[in-house]
């Protein structure tokens, strides 16, 4: 299971993007509503997520955890109990744990990037406390970040790679009638 957390002021094609490419590849794939179920992007469009943060707790089931962008979504999930705990509980595993625009700062804060390959919206790279500033879309283990919404079907395809591998990743991208040239 993949839980991707939806915060009030989450960037929405960064949250929803990765969740439908990855329900594509057959990833089970939640959405994780902090405060309740309805949560409002930052472009004001309200999204129902499948279960609030009270009925989230990370077992074995755990596949990763996404961290989408946007403001103040960045903030709310970095002041929440349930996303640390998620975070923790990945970090700890060698679980993956994706984070894009903004939201690699909550990774950064943590000191988990230190000498590891990252990137972030480019006002955000400075808190990423250590890393090595990468290209658009990064993976390092476990970890994947990538810059913003304009690469969020490249950040969901490399999602989807880590947990099925590049073949599924590929038909995913063919099905999809994507014309990047960004390597996935």
Request: proline share 3%; charged share 20%.
């Amino acid at each position: 299971m993949v839980y991707v957390f939806l915060a009030e002021g989450f960037e929405e094609i960064e949250a929803l993007t990765p969740v439908d490419i990855l329900r594509r590849g057959g990833v089970d794939t939640v959405t994780v509503g902090i405060g309740g179920k309805n949560i409002k992007g930052s472009h004001g469009i309200s999204v129902s997520a499948d279960i609030s943060d009270s009925e989230f707790k990370p077992d074995d089931k755990t596949e990763g955890i996404i961290l989408p962008g946007g403001m103040p979504g960045t903030l709310n999930l970095e002041a929440s109990v349930s996303v640390m705990e998620a975070v923790s509980y990945c970090a700890d595993r060698n679980i993956l744990i994706g984070a894009i625009c903004a939201a690699p700062s909550i990774l950064g804060h943590l000191g988990m990037l230190k000498g590891k390959n990252a990137t972030a919206f480019p006002s955000f790279q400075s808190e990423l406390d250590g890393a090595v500033l990468g290209d658009f879309v990064v993976r390092d283990g476990m970890i994947v970040t990538a810059r913003g919404m304009g690469v969020s079907v490249e950040f969901g395809l490399k999602l989807l790679e880590v947990l099925k591998g590049k073949e599924t990743a590929d038909k995913v991208k063919e099905s999809i009638q994507c014309r990047q040239t960004m390597s996935v």
